[in-house]
T-cell receptor, first 110, second 112 residues
């Protein structure tokens, strides 16, 4: 089973809203990732958590705030986003190096 | 120079033929290589990974790695219309490094 789940599937929010994206995996993977993908572009790495600790932050603006409550869950808290933040947000997990992606959350910022 | 380069395509291949997708990378120390398939509006799906020089086969897919030439390819035999997608090449630099570097992807269209 290589399933990573993400909720919600779609999210529309205003620039003053606060929302959260959720990611879950039950494969016992040690690492979880957040990526952002714009149309016709490859995924861009945002954050990596390894053994529940933040190991990589790719200089992401502070309006994106990751949280790893436990080894199965990864959240991305959103606040004061801009319209250019509209994108597909992907979560992935890995045990070794092969990363498995969830279905993504399509975010629209109005 | 881009770290991972792919021809963006589109690459059009007749149904039943072999589709050949190519990728070059700049970091000579790269250890791990991945191919992801991404359908429009969907998330990337891992279809092949390869760590050693040579060929690795899985069903209709063959990944080929040549570290001396810094080149990795994906062959799809007996191409089907359902293979029409964007194929992303991805590389990890050092073993244990968590950062995947993606190419820009090649859009493949299989013509019935």
């Amino acid at each position: 089973d290589t399933e990573v789940t993400q909720t919600p599937k779609h999210l529309v929010m205003g620039m003053t809203n606060k929302k959260s994206l959720k990611c879950e995996q039950h494969m016992g993977h040690r690492a979880m990732y957040w990526y952002k993908q714009k149309a016709k572009k490859p995924p861009e790495l945002m954050f990596v958590y390894s053994y529940e600790k933040l190991s990589i932050n790719e200089s992401v603006p502070s309006r994106f705030s990751p949280e790893c409550p436990n080894s199965s869950l990864l959240n991305l808290h959103l606040h004061a986003l801009q319209p250019e933040d509209s994108a597909l947000y992907l979560c992935a997990s890995s045990q070794v190096e092969e990363q498995f992606f969830g279905p993504g959350t399509r975010l629209t910022v109005l | 120079q881009k770290e991972v380069e792919q021809n963006s395509g589109p690459l059009s291949v007749p149904e039943g033929a072999i589709a050949s997708l190519n990728c070059t990378y700049s970091d000579r120390g790269s250890q791990s290589f991945f191919w992801y398939r991404q359908y429009s509006g969907k998330s990337p799906e891992l279809i092949m990974f390869i760590y050693s020089n040579g060929d690795k086969e899985d069903g209709r897919f063959t990944a080929q790695l040549n570290k001396a030439s810094q080149y990795v390819s994906l062959l799809i035999r007996d191409s089907q219309p359902s293979d029409s997608a964007t194929y992303l090449c991805a590389v990890i630099g050092n073993f244990g490094n968590e950062k995947l570097t993606f190419g820009t992807g090649t859009r493949l269209t299989i013509i019935p």
